[in-house]
């Protein structure tokens, strides 16, 4: 059920929820008891259970790998010094400290902040008391470059899939790599075995080769592959964003109409509940709900890993909800780098998990391949457009941003490639299609 207060009070409620997320005692806490926030948390949102433990699975959960500052100074990535932290908002500069704890000190007035969002949101507000949240680790720089760079950096050295930094510098035309995840058979897992790499890829079943119906059927508009194609062309990062459309039980078919990228790093547990509650937002004020979530596997097969089955079994509890009403929730998984891709254009694969038999509990889910109905959209919407600038300004200038001018092959750019991607995405009418062409003009410049 949606909260009363939404959509205005919504905004409220998130951004007391992220203040609780952190659990970090804010310099003044506001006057407002927190545990409304609890219960006016989007029941809707995958990461649903926001200020929790945030254990096991992806979603909000899946940004929330806890890199902090605190993190960063221990790889010696950044140093404590004064005045190596700056915001500069609205004309407005704040300039301040970084002590060996992690923790920033506001010179202006001395106060002690646990965490670049903590003092970014609160600047923010005296500048601007409608700001909702403060996106901390884009806004904040240290010694002039935006944080969310240093933590893209970590990651790339932490994230077992990225690419290296060798490859990075390679002659261009290289091509990433698979980096060895072959696939596996489901029926060669056996039981849940600790040992097993989490990131082990899996092969999906299809529903007739054992003999069952699919349970639901599935659309999937164009603008949606667009949007989600387009988003992971960007990084050779993993990128994740939910999927909002509808779902109806009389004919038991789940309509995905729109994609939602969540423009935060893996990782960033400070933005990505920001960018989780406007997603929740923009669901609810489009009349959508949630029906699923995407992510990319940069530069390996479009198959599920061990993770991703586990995480999607969680989204599917969650989804179903507590009552007798089943409503599923889809996966896309898009790689649009591997190299064993038929051409530029890239893998997107929507599967589902089934439950292990009863008398095995103890086995891995079941991933399932999902038969879609393609939908062809009448036309890109300027909310697309807007989202695709958007996502181009996010990947701005991180060291793991594609550079489309790059050669991806012999003859072709990456930016040739991503358009060949696209372009079998693209709606019926061609009206605003040329509006594309600027953002691919952005896409060089900014790479
Ligand atoms: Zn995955």
Known sequence: ALDPQSPAGAGLAGEEALEEEEEEPEPEPGPENSEDSEKAAPGYGLGGGAGGTGGGGRGCV????????????KDALIEPGSGVLSIYYLGKKFIGDLLPDGKITWQETGQVFNSPSAWATYCKKLVNP????????????????????YKATWLKRHQPNAPSAAEEAGPPGKRPENKGRVPVRYCTLGSRDLARNPHTLVEVTSFTAINKFQPFNVSVSSNVLLLLDFHSHLTRSEVVGYLGGRW???SQLLTVLRAFPCRSRLGDADTAAAIEEEICQSL??????????????????????????????DYQLKLQGSGNSFQPCLALVCAPYYSGNQGPESKISPFWVMPPPEQRPNDYGIPMEVEM????????????LHEMMLLVDFYKGAP???????????????????????????????????????????LKNSS
């Not at 699923?292 to 890993?305: N, R």
């Open 62 to 73: 899946l940004t929330r790998r806890g890199i902090t500052l605190r993190v960063l100074l």
């Open 130 to 149: 409608a700001k909702k949240s403060g996106c901390g680790w884009a806004s904040v720089k240290y010694k002039g470059q935006k944080l969310d760079q």
């Open 248 to 250: 109806d039980t009389n």
């Open 284 to 313: 609810f004020l489009r009349g959508l709900s949630l029906v699923g979530w995407y992510h990319s596997h940069p530069c390996s097969p479009a198959l599920p890993s061990l993770q991703d089955i586990d995480a999607q079994m």
């Open 373 to 384: 109905t393609y939908v062809q959209d009448g036309f890109l919407t300027n909310d697309i």
């Open 400 to 442: 793991d941003v594609v550079k489309f001018q790059d050669l991806w092959n012999q003859e072709q750019t990456y930016l040739d490639k991503l358009k060949v991607s696209l372009a079998s995405r693209t709606p019926k009418d061609q009206g605003l299609c040329h509006v594309l062409e600027q953002v691919y003009c952005l």
